[in-house]
Structures are given as structure tokens and as C-alpha cells.
């Protein structure tokens, strides 16, 4: 079987926890503003509410490319019990091939999601195998793809990436890269392994300049086009997101929306880029297409619970197509 795009990244449950008590600080530290949340010191505190959900960058791509209309599997490491078999079920309901390694004593990926900051989250995740993916567990004659995607990845499951790029490129397959401010803080010297075989990298504005050390996404655009990436693309949240092309910068703004949590908004904006740059070939469409899914799913607790169908993102982008303004870089 030949798929559209394989996912390769991290699967987890997930648990939102929401509770009554949690204050909010914030202290200033050489010049830059940081937000905590606090708990009262040896109290139990009661939850007000408590949702359970699956995610991981593998998965939540790998379930928005499936439901964007593509054939997708997802290869990843996970344990072997209830929480595997909780990954892989959603992963059979939403038609996505599981070409996951599932290792008895293993363990699943597991996050704790707490109440938000200003809609903004902090996640306790413990990575399990997640990082324990090794080179002779890949299904190498399995790998019969369009398009890899790779989701930020840590430990031996990343010297994996390397490899699995280096196939890549033996093969002709392209590769979509979407990496966290973990990869970031390591620069460009530790990712070139697999930055110079990907064709599409998508990252936020906080990792594009932690990861080459410039001051404006300008200057860390102009960087990572020099390694041969053809489509950067840098979301800055609120603002919206640039892509960057050749000699050009592809800008489209966020809509003023409520927010409910935004787990999961970066893995939906990456994959539909991806999906709209698959079956249209139009940056403009994937950009559009890449804001409205995660737009979708910021509107609700999970990664995955809004993710958007092909034909309702193409409704929603005719009824009110966002604008892309474009510039010639200088």
C-alpha cells in the first residue's frame, strides 16, 4: 500500500485538569515577562473538571492529514496497555494505518494538561518510549509514501529521524518537519541531518529565532532558506503566521476568536499547510486552509475533538477566505 503521508512523532493520552484554585503570577527576569500558575502548598485541591483525550504531534497530524482527505499512517513508539490500545483505536476510527511499534513493558506517552493562562497552556508529560524508537523496529519496506512528516522527536527515536531522512532522500520522498523549543535550544547544527532534506519546515516564532539565533523571523527565514528548505513557514500565534517561498513572504492574520485551550492548534496549522500544499499546490489555500483548522480546534479542550473535514475547511475558507498578503522579500 502506498500512503499519502506517513506521521512520524510522538503518541500520549491526555489529561485537561482543571481546578478553582490556581493563581496567577507573573515575574519579570532580565528584562522578559514570565507567567506562572501556582497551587497552594500542601492542600488537596479538588478538581473542577477532568477531560481525557489522545494527542502527541504523531497522532494529531497524522488524524488532521486523515480527516483533510489523504491516506496517512502514523509510526511511532508506545507501550503495550490500556493507554496503546486507547491511541490505537482512535488512530482505526479516524482511518489513519498504524504502523506504531506497541513493546510490552513500554510505556505510552502520558501529559497533564493544567488550567490555562490566558488560554495558554502548561503540560507535565512524561515521553515513555516516545523517545525509544530504534532503526531495526521500523517497518522499512512498509515505508512507501509521498510525503513523510516528522514531529518533534527526543533521544534515540530522533538519531531514528536521521536515518529515516537519509531514506528519504534515497528514495525521493520529501519531508515535512515541524519541530519543539526541545529540538530548538539544540540550533541548526544538531537538525541539519534532517533540515537539509526537508522540503517543508513549519515552526513558532519563539523556536525560528531560539534555533538560529537571529532577532526577527525575517532574518531566521532568510537562515533556514539558506540550508535548501523550499517552504518556511513561522506561526506567531495571535498574529497569525508567514510563509516564506523563494523571493517571497506569505502573510495571513488570525481571526479574533474566543479561545478555549491551545493544545494541539500547532500540529493542526502544520498538517493542513502540508494538506493544502498536497492537493492544491496553492500556498495561499494551505495558509488559509492551515488557519482555519487551527482556529477550529483552539475553540475546544483536545487536540483532535475540532479538527476539520476536507469539504467544511473548503466551505469555511469560500464563506470568508482569509486574506494572504504578499511580499517580495528584500
Known sequence: MKFDVICIGSS?????????????????????????????????????????STGGGGTNTAVALSRLGLKTAFLGKMGAGANAFAVSNELEKEKVASLAVCQKGGRTGYSIILDSVGHDRTILTAKGSNNDLLPDEIPWKRLNSS?????????????????????????????????????????????????????????????????????????????????????????????????????FSYRIKADPIKVVETTGAGDAFAASFLAGMIKTNDIKFALRLAKENAESVIRHHGAKNLLLFWKEAVKRIKRRPGKVTVKKIE
Open 147 to 247: 510525503w513523510f512528516y516528522f514531529s518533534s522527536m527526543l533521544g534515540r527515536s530522533f538519531e531514528t529521524q536521521k536515518q529515516l531522512a537519509r531514506f528519504a532522500a534515497r528514495k525521493g520522498i520529501p519531508i515535512a518537519y515541524n519541530i519543539s523549543e526541545y529540538l530548538a535550544k539544540k540550533g541548526i547544527a544538531s537538525l541539519k541531518p534532517i533540515l537539509q532534506h526537508a522540503a517543508v519546515f513549519i515552526l513558532n516564532k519563539e523556536e525560528a529565532l531560539l534555533l538560529t539565533k537571529r532577532r526577527s523571523i525575517e532574518e531566521a527565514a532568510k537562515t533556514l532558506q539558506s540550508l535548501g528548505i523550499h517552504y518556511v513557514i513561522i506561526t506567531d500565534g495571535p498574529r497569525g503566521a508567514t510563509a516564506y517561498h523563494q523571493d
Open 12 to 52: 500520549s493520552v491526555d489529561v485537561f485538569v482543571q481546578t478553582p484554585f490556581a493563581a496567577h503570577l507573573r515575574r519579570w527576569s532580565s528584562g522578559k515577562r514570565k507567567d506562572f500558575q501556582a497551587y497552594p502548598v500542601g492542600s488537596k485541591i479538588l478538581i473542577k473538571n477532568l477531560l481525557f
